[in-house]
């Protein structure tokens, strides 16, 4: 979009921000309200500081992107999830002695850090105030979830097959975390 210098650098301060499809999409919202204030007659000067004190500041714009994200809303879903799907599992684990199961030590401090580092970029994906950091934490935190479900679910019927209904509700929640989360990893990337 041609303009004065004040609308360029107002985009190029969103474009640092936001995806190129939301910056376009500004832009041309932008140019509508600038070529509105030309037509009521304002110079090209004040005509860009109208548009761009209507459009309001950019931190409060991104903000508003950030916050309707969809990276955002996948990861408050999958927090909340968090603790219904742990408690399943933590009465699968007890039910069955999981400490005494033939796992080795690696395994399973690699599968808590693994956890730790899930519920980590969670949180940055509902707390971070950057577009593009919530949306990268929560497309990996959702691939992150379904290998995580994955291996607990592989790993407890194979070590312990007998425990009936605690497996299988611990099972299901679990799948379908899992499913929720590969069905929006692409979502919680491009917002």
């Known amino acids: ?6 609308i360029d650098d107002y985009l190029a301060g969103l474009a640092a921000e936001l995806p190129a499809p939301i910056v376009e999409e500004l832009a041309d919202g932008l140019d509508e309200t600038y070529r509105c204030y030309l037509g009521q007659g304002l110079d090209p000067a004040a005509a860009s500081q109208a548009a ?3 459009f309001g500041e950019p931190r409060v714009i991104v903000a508003a992107f950030t916050d309707a994200s969809g990276g955002r809303r996948t990861a408050r879903r999958l927090l909340a ?7 399943c599992w933590a009465v699968v684990l007890i039910t069955a002695r999981a400490w005494q199961w033939p796992v080795p030590l690696a ?7 693994a956890l730790i580092t899930v519920i980590g970029l969670l949180a940055v994906a509902v707390l971070g105030r950057r577009y593009r950091r919530v949306c990268r934490a929560a497309a990996t935190a959702c691939a992150g979830t379904a290998i ?5 679910i592989g790993t407890v019927l194979v070590t312990a097959p007998a425990l009936a209904w605690p497996v299988a509700v611990a099972v299901v929640l679990s799948a379908g975390r899992s499913g929720f989360a590969l069905r929006n990893v692409h979502h919680a990337l491009t917002g």
């Not at 979009?1 to 004040?6: A, Q, V, W």
């Open 1 to 6: 979009m041609p303009g004065p210098c004040l």
């Open 148 to 152: 995580l479900d994955a291996a607990m």
């Open 107 to 113: 395994a399973r401090v690699l599968f808590g850090v």
């Open 52 to 54: 761009v004190a209507e």
């Open 81 to 87: 999830a968090g603790p219904a799907v742990g408690l």
